[in-house]
């Protein structure tokens, strides 16, 4: 089983749709819950930490279960230029060994 | 500040020789990050570093690979011999110490994109 593991998708959404990305961990100690976002071809980029208590950053929603170790992250209203693989990043030792997932791709249409 | 730097962008070289990559982390990061990216196995921590000493280099796939920071603001990677399963795009990144602000972010330089003939 995979660390951290994610739809590879791809999912295709008109734009103005609302979209929604699972993600689920194997080790009950991680410490610290990422999305990050990576365009084609460029480096990957902080999308917004995930807190325990959840937490909205504009239209992006993201949610932590611990109890189930899972990740969620919600896409509201999506535009054109959301398009792009969504990484969920897991933290160990520390918050510093860093566990990335295989991504989600997002297309979204006009 | 210019971001995470790294050098060459493209490299193209053929199996057997000696591969050295470059990263200047952004001034004032205490973390520094060698990360591989392939299509089969997505992103990988390879080594990090703290304060310029190797913390964890279990990501390492083997013992052609060696990274290093002499200092602050410099890290290599390096890989001898090169082998055409060695192609990937190579990523480094930075962060804060503990104390900083944003200390949980990792910022990502553009990569190097090495091909193995």
């Keep these: 089983r995979k660390e951290v593991e994610q ?19 194997s080790n009950s100690a991680s410490q610290s819950f990422f999305w990050y976002r990576q365009d084609c071809r460029k480096e990957p980029k902080l999308l917004m930490s995930v807190y325990s ?3 909205e950053d504009g239209r992006f929603t993201a949610q932590l279960n611990r109890a189930s170790q899972y990740i969620s992250l919600l896409i509201r209203d999506s535009k054109l230029s959301d398009s792009a693989t969504y990484l969920c990043v897991v933290s160990e030792d520390g918050g ?4 990335f997932g295989a991504g989600t791709r997002l297309f979204v249409k006009a | 500040d210019a971001g995470v730097i790294q050098s ?9 020789q000696e591969v050295t990559l470059r990263c200047k982390p952004i001034s004032g990061h205490d973390y520094l990050f ?3 990216q392939t299509m089969m196995r997505g992103l990988e921590l390879l ?13 390492m796939p083997e013992d052609r690979f060696s990274a290093k920071m002499p200092n602050a603001s410099f890290s290599t990677l390096k890989i001898q ?14 962060r804060e110490g503990t104390s900083g602000r944003s200390y949980n972010e990792q910022f990502f330089g553009p990569g190097t994109r090495l091909t193995v003939l």
């Design chain 1, 96 to 99: 510093f060994k860093t566990i």
């Design chain 1, 7 to 25: 739809d590879p998708g791809p999912f295709n959404v008109p734009e103005g749709a609302t979209v929604a990305f699972n993600c689920t961990y």
């Design chain 1, 53 to 55: 208590s959840g937490n």
């Design chain 2, 34 to 36: 060698w990360y591989r």
């Design chain 2, 81 to 94: 011999p090169s082998e055409p399963r060695d192609s990937a795009v190579y990523f480094c990144a930075s």
């Design chain 2, 47 to 59: 080594i990090y570093f703290n304060n310029n000493v190797p913390i964890d280099d279990s990501g």
């Design chain 2, 8 to 16: 060459p962008r493209h490299e193209v070289t053929e199996m057997g």
